[in-house]
């Protein structure tokens, strides 16, 4: 009985080693899925209004191909969720790939102004950055998560940096559909990875705290009613409400910054790019190391506030901003508090509903930068046409010292860890 036992414990142990080593794969495959398409999402964006001109798009055409982008996004989100939910990571992210290489295909064809806003289509479901959130919520614990989903970020930095440039080098040299063409075979190989590697059901560290009221098991892929029925969980609707407020004055801003960086700041387009890869970097290197770190001695009740804090003071050193050297000064405590918020919040949300509807939650986080990106381009306009670039961080400022204010006196019910 006695050897029966040690087999046993040492089998055990062996199947524990193995479901970490397999846990430390999916989380590997899930930054690589997020890196490549990153890299060519980024890549399209540069080409895309060269594009668009060379099809005689004028910029109010061009505005219009952006927010159907942004609807599209928009409305896939929360759907491209609870379709993770019901059918698993992996189908999902085969889903999201499958749909970056239709996006390819038909941008590749676009010779035509209609074939061009139906390239945009197939962005309903491209979702890999939730899809890879996804994997990260359903391999780790709940302490570990906040630190996880912040190397995510180091993702983006590379996407950006990687994206942006090659996108320029390969239309310059080869042709302005050569990077669509790198985007259809890249989205092709990232479909093949997320079949091969995603495990079929890669939650094994899940809790499975499925309850009366998890919406995942009801109701179609579509139900609306379902997907805001997560809104009702305690501190779910109040800690999305600030993730969305807190961060639109600096959305509005940054959709505006391409006009802003010619006619506020007078850069060329060579050192927009340039400033652009400067972002990526501190992106890296303030998601990729500082917030993970941080989440293993702070509190995410404390990270909370100190973000939105960190933004009112973004919001006073905007508005008082005169040169492009003042806003790169500004920019490092920019991208923490943007850095940081989002994790937290991310991370906050996903524990605060059953882990059946992690995936339709990260679809709702998600949703939040589409709805910027279509409501900012005419809000954003008004106020740069109507009070200047400082009234983007006088509302900052506004904004979050009433959110801080908010959160120092509420009592909103969070899972307080550390890592």
Request: glycine fraction near 12%.
């Amino acid at each position: 009985e006695e050897g029966a036992l040690g087999v046993r414990t040492e089998t055990l142990g062996k199947n524990s080693c193995s479901g970490e080593v397999k846990r430390g794969q999916a989380i590997l495959v899930a930054y690589l899925i997020a890196i490549l398409e990153l890299t060519f999402l980024f890549m399209q964006m540069g080409v895309m209004p060269y594009l668009a001109k060379s099809l005689g798009l004028d910029s109010v055409g061009f505005g219009y191909l952006q927010t159907t982008f942004g609807v599209l996004q928009l409305i896939g989100g929360p759907i491209f969720g609870r379709f993770a939910d019901q059918f698993g990571t992996r189908a999902a992210l085969i889903l999201s790939c499958a749909s970056g290489s239709a996006f390819f295909l038909l941008m590749s064809i676009s010779t035509s102004i209609p074939l061009l806003f139906l390239s945009r289509l197939p962005a309903v479901f491209m979702h890999g950055l939730p899809g890879a959130q996804k994997i990260i919520t359903d391999m780790t614990t709940p302490s570990q998560r906040a630190a996880a989903l912040g190397k995510l970020g180091l993702c983006f930095g590379v996407g950006i940096i990687i994206g942006s440039a090659l996108g320029g080098v390969l239309s310059t040299k080869f042709g302005i559909f050569v990077p669509t063409y790198v985007g259809l075979v890249g989205n092709l190989i990232n479909t093949v990875i997320a079949m091969v590697w995603i495990p079929v059901q890669a939650n094994p560290k899940s809790d499975h705290r499925v309850t009366e009221h998890s919406t995942s098991q009801s109701g179609s892929v579509f139900s609306i009613r379902e997907i805001l029925h997560l809104m009702k969980f305690p501190g779910v609707m109040e800690v999305f409400i600030v993730k969305v407020f807190a961060g639109l004055p600096i959305g509005l801003f940054l959709i505006m910054f391409s006009i802003i960086s010619m006619d506020f700041f007078g850069l060329e387009a060579v050192e927009s790019g340039y400033l652009m890869s400067y972002f990526g970097v501190l992106q890296m290197v303030v998601q990729g190391l500082v917030v993970g770190k941080l989440t293993k001695h702070c509190t995410e009740r404390t990270l909370l506030r100190l973000s939105i804090f960190v933004f009112a003071g973004v919001g006073l050193g905007m508005a008082l901003m005169r040169t492009v050297w003042h806003y790169c000064i500004v920019a490092v405590p920019l991208v923490f508090a943007f850095s940081t918020l989002g994790t937290i919040t991310d991370s906050i949300l996903t524990k605060a509903v059953p882990s059946s509807d992690t995936g339709t939650m990260l679809g709702i986080c998600a949703s939040v930068q589409p709805l910027t990106r279509t409501v900012g381009p005419t809000i954003g306009g008004v106020l740069y046409k109507q009070f200047g670039v400082s009234s983007f961080g006088y509302l900052q400022l506004i904004v979050n010292i009433g959110l801080f204010v908010y959160l120092l006196k509420s009592k909103i019910p969070l899972l307080e860890m550390k890592s």
